[in-house]
């Protein structure tokens, strides 16, 4: 299990989800990446190897936005690659995913997608969770917490995940099981998400330990929200 930061509000999320995930490398990792959401829609970058190697990538890229979320990844199911490094999209890109942890029955649920027509870009057991949720939205026409939700009661596992979408980009969901996840409340409207407090000590000391199985919307606006 590895590192997972995230940044929501009104500052450029890059340089403190970049700086976040050097604060995390030393709990070792095989890959790293992030995805941002701007104006222009959603942009993932990702690599294997060193954050460092996804820096000097992401270079001459469009990096502006203000929410923004990176991974580094401890591989457990697909070998290291820049495909199988997170963040992970569902079938239509609009969701993406970063995850620590393993979804156990992920071959089952990736079978059963596969038939209603999925088309799986990755080797991992994460991305089975993102077309899931992805799937769930468009069978039952919930919103999209409640599509994590039940998603997630599909699952068995540990997790700690953080999902954005396009067609939200002013929220951030994030969920744990068996695998840490803290909230930081920054200044003014501002979120930070890690799987440890070491990224976010440095921005805020007003932080929230997230509880198994429960999910917390952060939005733009400043609301916190948790459902369970
Ligand atoms: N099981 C996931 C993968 O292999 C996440 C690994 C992790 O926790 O970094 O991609």
Redesign the pocket.
């Known amino acids: ?3 997972i930061v995230g940044y929501i509000g009104y500052r450029e999320a890059w340089p403190i989800v970049l700086k976040g995930l050097k604060r995390l490398e030393y709990r070792g ?1 095989d890959s790293a990446g992030i995805a941002l959401m701007n104006n222009s829609g959603q942009h993932i970058y990702k690599k294997a190897g060193k954050v460092a190697v996804l820096e000097e990538f992401a270079e001459s890229q469009d990096r502006s936005g203000s929410v923004g979320m990176g ?8 070998v290291p690659s820049d495909r ?1 490094s ?1 963040p992970h999209t569902s079938n239509n890109d609009k969701l993406s995913i970063i ?5 156990e029955n992920y071959a089952t649920l990736k079978e059963e997608l596969i038939q209603r027509g999925h088309e799986f870009k990755s080797d ?3 991305e089975v969770l993102i077309h899931l949720i992805e799937d769930i939205q468009e069978k039952t026409n919930v919103d999209l917490v409640e599509a994590v939700r039940i998603a997630l009661n599909e699952v068995v596992g540990a997790y700690a995940i953080v999902i954005v979408s396009q067609d939200h980009p002013d929220m951030m969901i994030a969920a744990k099981k068996s ?1 840490p996840l803290v909230i930081g409340l920054g200044e003014k409207d501002e979120y930070y998400i890690a799987s440890d407090a070491t990224p976010i000590i440095e921005h805020t000391n007003k932080v929230v330990y997230l509880n198994d199985e429960e999910i917390t919307v952060v939005r733009r606006d400043g609301t916190f929200e948790i459902r369970s």
């Open positions: 299990m590895c590192g990792y991974h580094t990844r401890w591989a457990t199911h697909g199988n997170h995850h620590n942890g393993i979804i991992t057991d994460t695998s």
